[in-house]
């Protein structure tokens, strides 16, 4: 099987962070975020994995390389010239997706967090014999997002609503697609949008089917949101694998720790951290909802909350770092300073307070 994940533009929501890395490259529970699809879809035997890219595909292959081999999975970029919005890359991808074998392929939109249920996706499609399948997740305010109508028993759908104003109910996509290759007849190469185009015809026809996807969802493409996924990722973790969180005394709720990072005494970390690889978290220090990236350091007796502290930055002693500061890399904040909010570029120095949000260039 084949899969096309739509990596797309330049994750200005996700600065910056993204100033060093291209969006699916930044760290989320310790791996990059595509890193997650990739693995989940290599376990439900795809071979193939295309990236729908218009910026720094160079960057995107020269990392993934590696994993290739590791994975045993072929992964290959199709370049944009132009923004081709959400259907345009599957037609350009055209040539990479369709072979002999007639099976349909997965579109994934990159910046989504879940359990990744393909195993039950691949049923659900071969039981229904339409044309595509897609995931719905239930949310509470539909009126934010595009809202599938779907008849609940079969899961055909019947309809789209964009952000209703009315309530018509409280599913929408998720952004994980199953299709046939006919889909592609479809489309056409130039900027179309799958969701607004495609999509609604295939449901005419009645071919179109929805799942409600089990488990947890999150675009993790904004700060607030990518905190809030990494709750909910730690959470669903502890249900499946426990294992793999770390335990003790100093640890408080669920906290996923790098067997390379140190970790001082008399700290208390936790709930809904994630401490990446080589970092070192001094004596003292307090974490929660927060997440340290590689090689990053956090000195003695400092506090860290609802925060991301970017690869390689350095968080003085009895520092104060909170509400949505986001450190890119190589970030260095003094000794006794206060950050709320901050949102600082990256290999800058902080030697005075942030006291309110703001962005520091």
């Given at each position: 099987m084949k899969a096309l994940i739509l990596v797309g533009g330049f994750g200005t929501r996700l600065?910056?962070?993204?100033?060093?890395?291209?969006?699916?490259?930044?760290?989320?529970?310790?791996?990059?975020?595509?890193?997650?699809?990739?693995?989940?879809?290599?376990?439900?035997?795809?071979?193939?994995?295309?990236?729908?890219?218009?910026?720094?595909?160079?960057?995107?292959?020269?990392?993934?390389?590696?994993?290739?081999?590791?994975?045993?999975?072929?992964?290959?970029?199709?370049?944009?010239?132009?923004?081709?919005?959400t259907a345009g890359p599957l037609a350009l991808a055209r040539d990479k997706l369709?072979?002999?074998?007639?099976?349909?392929?997965?579109?994934?939109?990159?910046?989504?967090?879940?359990?990744?249920?393909?195993?039950?996706?691949?049923?659900?499609?071969?039981?229904?014999?339409?044309?595509?399948?897609?995931?719905?997740?239930?949310?509470?305010?539909?009126?934010?997002?595009?809202?599938?109508?779907?008849?609940?028993?079969?899961g055909s759908v019947e309809r789209f609503v964009e952000k209703p104003k009315l309530f018509v109910?409280?599913?929408?996509?998720?952004?994980?697609?199953?299709?046939?290759?006919?889909?592609l007849d479809r489309i056409e190469l130039r900027p179309t949008s799958i969701e607004k185009e495609v999509f609604p015809k295939i449901a005419a026809e009645k071919k179109l089917f929805a799942?409600?996807?089990?488990?947890?969802?999150?675009?993790?493409?904004?700060?607030?949101?990518?905190?809030?996924?990494?709750?909910?990722?730690?959470?669903?973790?502890?249900?499946?694998?426990?294992?793999?969180?770390?335990?003790?005394?100093?640890?408080?709720?669920?906290?996923?720790?790098?067997?390379?990072?140190?970790?001082?005494e008399g700290c208390l970390i936790g709930p809904d951290v994630a401490i990446g690889p080589?970092?070192?978290?001094?004596?003292?220090?307090?974490l929660s909802r927060c997440t340290v990236m590689r090689g990053a350091r956090v000195k003695k007796h400092s506090c860290i909350s609802s925060s991301i502290i970017g690869w390689h930055s350095t968080v003085g002693q009895w520092a104060r770092v909170e509400n949505m500061t986001i450190l890119g890399e190589d970030v260095h904040v003094g000794d006794e300073i206060y950050s709320n909010g901050g949102v600082v570029l990256p290999h800058k120095e902080i030697k005075s307070s942030i006291l309110k949000p703001e962005i520091v260039m």
């Open positions: 600065r910056p962070l993204t100033l060093s890395v291209p969006k699916p490259l930044v760290d989320f529970a310790n791996k990059p975020m595509i890193l997650h699809q990739i693995e989940a879809l290599k376990a439900v035997g795809v071979t193939e994995v295309v990236l729908a890219i218009n910026y720094q595909p160079e960057v995107m292959l020269n990392f993934l390389k590696e994993y290739e081999t590791k994975l045993g999975i072929t992964i290959t970029c199709s370049q944009e010239t132009e923004p081709l919005g369709i072979d002999e074998s007639g099976e349909p392929f997965f579109v994934l939109n990159s910046d989504v967090i879940s359990e990744y249920p393909f195993k039950e996706i691949i049923e659900f499609h071969k039981g229904h014999g339409g044309e595509a399948s897609i995931m719905v997740t239930k949310v509470d305010e539909p009126s934010k997002y595009g809202v599938v109508v779907m008849e609940e028993s079969t109910g409280n599913k929408i996509n998720a952004g994980i697609y199953l299709l046939n290759p006919s889909v799942m409600v996807l089990p488990g947890f969802w999150m675009d993790v493409g904004q700060p607030r949101d990518y905190i809030s996924g990494l709750r909910l990722y730690l959470d669903s973790i502890k249900k499946r694998s426990p294992e793999r969180l770390t335990t003790g005394p100093n640890i408080v709720g669920n906290v996923l720790v790098h067997e390379s990072a140190k970790i001082g080589g970092c070192i978290i001094e004596s003292g220090v307090r």
